[in-house]
């Protein structure tokens, strides 16, 4: 990988605090996974204290499956940032969309953001990982109403 590639997947293109929960709740479970064994153990307390211990190993099991595919056939290595950073990088924004489109059962956008983190061809094999892993994500953050399905193509953003 060159450096200007990790730059790229380690550039700063927001604040986790902009995030829905099931996107800062994905970057976060990302950065614990990959971090060390010890916020690995952080992140199945976390997810087992707000599923249940059964629906913890699913999930753990599928995020698990998910890095795996994302780390061997991953265009390039998967960028993150520090696990109390504030700051998002494009590889994890990349991700955090993934598993929400996923969640929302928007195929076409899923498939979109998973070929940007895996060969075009491995992009389908993340797909059912990633809306497992957002469903279950979704049930984690039940406080928050589901995100707007779609918006007026005349709807001014800023």
């Known amino acids: ?22 996107e800062a ?8 996974w990959f971090s060390s064994p010890e916020t690995r153990l952080d992140m ?3 997810v087992s204290d707000r599923l249940g211990p059964e629906l913890c190993e699913i999930a753990l099991e599928t995020f698990g499956q998910l890095c795996k595919l994302c ?15 504030d700051c998002l ?9 993934m598993i929400a489109a996923a969640a ?15 060969r075009p061809s491995m992009a389908r094999e993340l797909l059912p990982l ?11 953050t ?4 589901p995100p707007v399905q779609g918006r007026p193509c005349s709807a001014t953003l800023h």
């Open 1 to 22: 990988m060159t450096q200007a590639a990790a730059r790229r997947g380690g550039a700063t293109v927001g604040v986790l605090s902009d995030l829905s929960p099931i």
């Open 25 to 32: 709740t994905a970057v976060r479970h990302l950065r614990q």
């Open 44 to 46: 199945r307390d976390d």
């Open 71 to 85: 780390v061997e056939h991953g265009r390039r290595p998967l960028m993150r940032h520090g696990l109390t950073c």
């Open 89 to 97: 990088g494009a590889d994890e924004n990349c991700f955090a969309n």
């Open 104 to 118: 929302d059962g928007q195929v076409d956008d899923t498939m979109l953001f998973a070929s940007l983190i895996v």
């Open 130 to 140: 990633a809306s497992e892993f957002g469903h279950l994500l979704r049930q984690m």
């Open 142 to 145: 039940t406080a928050t109403p």
